[in-house]
């Protein structure tokens, strides 16, 4: 029996790789020999529930990830869907979360950069960036160094690289505040004739490293993604890496040229862990082994070390695996693009990672111990309920104070129903988020039909190159168009994993069907605390498996995406706080004909104002889908308190919704439609006013008597609840196929008035709840963020 020497490295030294005590035994158990420096970085990084989702893949093994229009599911760079004619589309969503914290425009500018490569990794070419942001008060300074940031981050990498940031969503909680969270979607459009895969092959094939030079930045940037954030966490500083968008560029074109010349066997982003991850993934994928030599490298800085090539995440590189012979035809390619292109290794046969280094051997790893055959945890769930989730269930309406017609009192001061919905349209998560998206250039490439701001989702038109391979009909017949969204109600998952996160894909859903959409898939970014703790395990369970019951309810199957755990922050007294628990989801929908769309905003004057899903009457009527004040924007903001559950998703009347929505748009019916989401049906029906200056006058069929709560009926949220107008003319047929289609799930609320009518919401005996011009919104509405980041000097 061999001996094993003492370790060469102390506790301390294995803790800073973010690996266990019992995994660094394991590593030596399967090297038989202790590691030294460099394969200890590479299983630091690797092992990461970045890299290797060792808490999270048996969790995920539950989603639905096979359908019909599914070409390339989970395990590869990015997922792809058949959306007809012979077009596919790329689609992924991921994280930055960690890098955005300690430098905020690099962190996600980076973010932007590194999903654009999983993208045309592919094949495709971008045509589309959206993201999902949290941050914390945006009354803290800190908060709004963090925000402005990586708004600019996020414009600065998209517009210089020329893809258009169409659409998303921003969200404000204290919980975020010492994290926030940076997810960031991209679509592509594929131009070769062939998906591109990462597996290698082929004995003796060369391996190519392109792009950009290799540095020191973003060094073990896995590993820090995978660790709780403190104080210290702002001298990992070096663990955020520095993008080049007009490189970005470059490599796009070079990268599409050369996988069009058929000599490109695989390729691979070198993202999170860089060189490691590369050769590791591609090796194991392929079943085979590569040898690399870091003497090729071009680098960037002098006096580099094999541990300091391998971690780097130096940003606008990749790893080709091409056929052998042929290596000098993709060379000159990336020459001629003003980009780095040399052979740096082969493909072997010993399934291993060996890694060369000045003429000898620096790592040797099996590939599969790397990016396969990596730890797996499957921990035990809660059998009770948390004790935060056990009190907020105990909270009902009855704890609110009485309300009347006039209004409610809260904090001794009596408001008007005009004053909270004022109040809650200056809240900066419901309020126009137009000084974000302003800063992004969202009609480049000039295929943005809908433009943020105007809709429930973006909507990009389909316009592929002539040459584009496969294409079934001629791009002058082509009318069709593709509607992203990303979405999730934190809230909601927060107080009730299961059901918040069953209302996320239904949300997400709906948005598409709200532009006219068809929903086909999902791609979702899981952002929780640590798993290690048995209240953080059990969000992320219960949230998954609630996204996959969801998903097949849907016919969304899930595509891939990202996971990021551990997203907490330590206090001054070294307590962990994490985020909410906020499983983002992000859906691709096809519309096959985009004269055949709408957005949120009324369009004429006397067009007739419908409510579909959920009514006054058939919430208290205690159905499965309801509308709930628990969990609401209106009960945090003007009650300050989160408590409650979210509304229960009945999926028959969801998809029935859906449905009705989609086919009225089809037909011409239905001119505007929005769901009614945060701040519920008054708010929806403030924004399609603001969306088109147009006002409306809502009469809620209930009496002023009425017996329920006037603040339900105006700000309650859930439901499968859709807001659309119908000209006055398809009145009769619109309403003929709601009862056919909706039975009584439908109701008529008013008609589109002037813009000096403002909102005008009524009971049937003509006292008015709410009345409120357009201006007051628009002022609320409109300059929320712009005025609390007044008096921020950047």
Same mark, same amino acid.
């Given at each position: ?18 690996? *266990? ?5 394991? $590593? ?36 639905? =990830? ?25 689609? *992924? ?20 950069g590194g999903i654009l490569r999983d993208i045309f990794t592919m094949g495709a070419r971008p045509i589309a960036l959206l993201n999902s ?16 940031? @990586? ?69 073990? +940037? ?38 069009? /010349? ?70 000159? #390619? ?20 060996? #890694? ?6 620096? &790592? ?18 809660? /059998? ?8 907020a269930r105990a909270w009902t309406v009855e704890n609110l104070p009485a309300c009347d017609v006039t209004g409610i009192e809260t904090g ?47 909507? @990009? ?10 294409? =079934? ?32 894909? &239904? ?35 219960? &949230? ?11 016919? =969304? ?5 990202? @996971? ?70 209106? !009960? ?31 037909? +011409? ?30 009469? !809620?069929?209930? +009496? ?58 009524? =009971? ?20 929320? $963020? ?9």
């Amino acid at each position: 029996m061999t001996t094993i020497s003492e370790s060469p490295f102390s506790p301390a030294e294995i803790a800073d790789e973010g690996i *266990k005590p019992e995994e660094y035994t394991e $590593i030596v158990r399967r090297l038989g020999r202790h590691p030294n420096k460099a394969e200890l970085g590479m299983f630091g990084v690797m092992w990461s529930e970045h890299c290797c989702y060792k808490n999270s893949r048996p969790l995920l093994k539950q989603f639905p =990830t096979t359908g019909k229009r599914i070409l390339v599911g989970p395990g590869e760079n990015a997922g792809v869907v058949d959306i007809g004619n012979g077009l596919k589309l790329a689609f *992924k969503i991921e994280s930055h979360n960690h890098p955005s914290a300690v430098e905020p425009f690099q962190g996600a500018a980076t973010g932007v950069g590194g999903i654009l490569r999983d993208i045309f990794t592919m094949g495709a070419r971008p045509i589309a960036l959206l993201n999902s942001l949290r941050f914390g008060d945006l009354e803290d300074p800190k908060t709004q160094r963090i925000f402005t940031g @990586v708004v600019a981050g996020i414009s600065h990498y998209g517009n210089c690289v020329g893809v258009p940031t169409v659409g998303g969503e921003v969200y404000f909680d204290a919980a975020y505040s010492g994290n926030p969270l940076v997810n960031v979607m991209a679509l592509g459009l594929m131009e070769t004739p062939d998906i591109v895969k990462s597996g290698a092959s082929g004995f003796g094939n060369p391996v190519l490293y392109v792009g950009s030079t290799t540095g020191r930045d973003g060094m073990g +940037g896995a590993s820090f993604a995978s660790a709780e954030l403190s104080d210290a966490s702002m001298d990992d500083r070096p663990a955020v890496q520095v993008g080049d968008p007009f490189m970005e560029k470059s490599l796009i074109e070079a990268c599409l040229e050369a996988f069009k /010349t058929g000599a490109v066997v695989a390729a691979q982003d070198m993202g999170a862990a860089g060189i490691t991850c590369s050769t590791s993934e591609m090796a194991a994928k392929g079943g085979v082994g590569i040898e690399f030599d870091l003497d090729q490298i071009p680098a960037r800085e002098s006096g580099m070390i094999p541990y300091e090539y391998l971690l780097s995440e130096s940003q606008e590189r990749m790893l080709f695996v091409a056929h052998k012979g042929r290596e000098q035809e993709l060379i000159d #390619i990336f020459h001629r693009w003003g980009l780095q292109a040399v052979v740096a290794g082969t493909v072997i046969a010993d399934p291993i990672v060996r #890694i060369l280094f000045k003429g000898q051997v620096a &790592a040797e790893i099996p590939a599969d111990a790397l990016a396969e055959n990596t730890p797996l945890y499957e921990r035990e769930l809660l /059998t009770d309920l948390p004790e935060y989730v056990r009190e907020a269930r105990a909270w009902t309406v009855e704890n609110l104070p009485a309300c009347d017609v006039t209004g409610i009192e809260t904090g001794r001061i009596w408001k008007s129903w005009n004053d909270i919905l004022l109040i809650l349209l200056n809240t900066p998560t419901i309020a126009s988020k137009s000084w974000v998206y302003r800063q992004y250039d969202h009609q480049v490439q000039n295929n943005t039909v809908l433009l943020p701001g105007g809709a429930d989702a973006a909507v @990009v038109r389909l316009r592929p190159l002539e040459d584009t391979p496969n294409l =079934t009909t001629s791009i002058e017949n082509l009318n069709s168009g593709v509607a992203a969204t990303v979405d999730c109600n934190s809230r909601y998952v927060y107080l009730d994993p299961f059901e918040g996160a069953k209302a996320v894909v &239904a949300e997400a859903a709906r948005n598409l069907s709200c532009v006219g959409a068809e929903p086909l898939a999902v791609t979702d970014n899981l952002n929780f605390g640590s798993p290690e703790k048995p209240i953080g395990y059990w969000q992320l369970a219960s &949230a998954c498996r609630g996204l996959s019951i969801a998903c097949q309810e849907f016919s =969304t199957p899930v595509t891939g995406g990202n @996971v990021s755990l551990y997203n907490e922050t330590l206090d001054s007294m070294g307590n962990p706080q994490p985020i909410y628990p906020t499983p983002v989801v992000g859906m691709v929908g096809l519309i096959e004909d985009l004269s055949k769309i709408c957005g949120q905003g009324w369009q004429n004057a006397g067009d007739v104002i419908y409510l579909l899903g959920v009514t006054v009457q058939s919430n208290r009527e205690k159905n499965e889908a309801r509308i709930e004040l628990g969990a609401s924007e209106y !009960l945090a903001t003007i009650h300050n308190t989160i408590a409650g559950q979210p509304g229960r998703i009945d999926f028959d009347l969801e998809r029935a919704v859906q449905k009705v929505c989609r086919e009225g748009i089809r037909a +011409g019916w239905v001119l505007s439609a929005h769901d009614t989401a945060e701040g519920g049906l008054a708010v929806a029906l403030a924004e399609s006013c603001l969306a088109a200056k147009l006002g409306a006058e809502i009469d !809620l069929a209930i +009496g002023a008597n009425y017996d329920g709560r006037f603040d339900e009926v105006l700000f309650a949220e859930g439901g499968a609840r859709i807001l659309v107008s119908v000209s006055a003319e398809k009145q009769q047929v619109w309403e003929s196929y709601l009862q056919e289609h909706l039975g009584e799930n439908w109701q008529k609320l008013g008609v589109v008035s002037q813009e000096e009518k403002g909102l005008q919401v009524a =009971t049937n005996d003509h006292h008015l709840l709410i009345k409120v011009s357009i201006k007051e919104m628009s002022d609320r509405y409109n300059f929320a $963020i712009s005025n609390r980041l007044a008096s921020y000097n950047r």
